[in-house]
């Protein structure tokens, strides 16, 4: 299987600016996705990284607030600006495979905001 | 779009005894409903899906069921152990609109020994 990593793990930022979260594949994937997990709460799907082309955002999510970027078929950058406390939250990004369904996570990035 | 139901929120078995967790889902082209599992502190990890060709699928001690007509699916978990105590996710998709997961709220499961 796969190995998904994601930096930084967890970070402390003040409020106002922001912070790019990387998300890397060992392994070729056809989909890149990144979700929200607020504290105690389920997950919420943010957007879909497409490979060479805009990302697909959900409803409540636009791309001035979280511009994603997927430059090739194993990384992919999520960024989180002008943060306020309300965007404290663990971002995944997870990965599924050609021709599969299942997705699998990467191990998140704990944001708090100050 | 797809909205996912998960019930109870919270639920606590002896070990030993069977746990069983419900979602319904809202958009019948939803053709597939993964089961998660997240321990504190871990990434949700993959345990079991099923696909809306087949109506129940087992792997051990754990089983998935599906009813398309009524939209619902559920997890069944037997001869529970403290090691499945963590917070369980089910979660829709519809594999032609991309693959997009949507989760229900989440069912926090204690197995006391």
């Known amino acids: 299987s796969a190995v998904i990593s994601q930096k930084p793990s967890r970070d402390i930022c003040q409020r106002g600016t922001s912070l790019t979260i990387q998300c890397q594949v060992d392994?070729?994937?056809?989909?890149m996705f990144w979700y929200r997990q607020q504290p105690g709460q389920s997950l919420t799907l943010i957007a879909t990284?497409?490979?060479?082309?805009?990302?697909?955002?959900e409803s409540g999510f636009v791309i001035d607030k979280f511009p994603i970027s997927r430059p090739n078929l194993t990384f992919s950058t999520l960024t989180v600006s002008n943060m306020s406390p309300e965007d404290s939250s663990i971002y995944l990004c997870?990965?599924?495979?050609?021709?599969?369904?299942?997705?699998?996570f990467g191990p998140g990035t704990r944001l708090t905001v100050t | 779009g797809e909205n996912v139901e998960q019930h109870p929120s919270t639920l606590s078995v002896q070990e030993g005894d069977s746990a069983v967790i419900k979602c319904t889902y809202s958009?019948?082209?939803?053709?597939?409903f993964p089961w998660y599992k997240q321990e504190l502190g871990k990434r949700p990890q993959l345990i079991i899906d099923?696909?809306?060709?087949?109506g129940e699928k087992k792997d051990q001690r754990i089983a998935v069921t599906l009813n398309k007509t009524a939209k619902h699916f559920s997890l069944h978990i037997t001869e529970t152990q403290p090691e499945d105590s963590a917070v369980y996710f089910c979660a829709a998709s519809d594999h032609n609109q991309g693959g997009k997961l949507i989760f229900g709220q989440g069912t926090e499961l204690s197995v006391k020994p």
């Open positions: 990284a497409n490979q060479g082309s805009e990302a697909t955002y």
């Open positions: 099923i696909r809306s060709n087949v």
């Open positions: 997870s990965v599924a495979f050609l021709g599969g369904d299942e997705q699998y």
């Open positions: 392994s070729q994937v056809t989909m």
């Open positions: 958009d019948s082209a939803s053709n597939y």
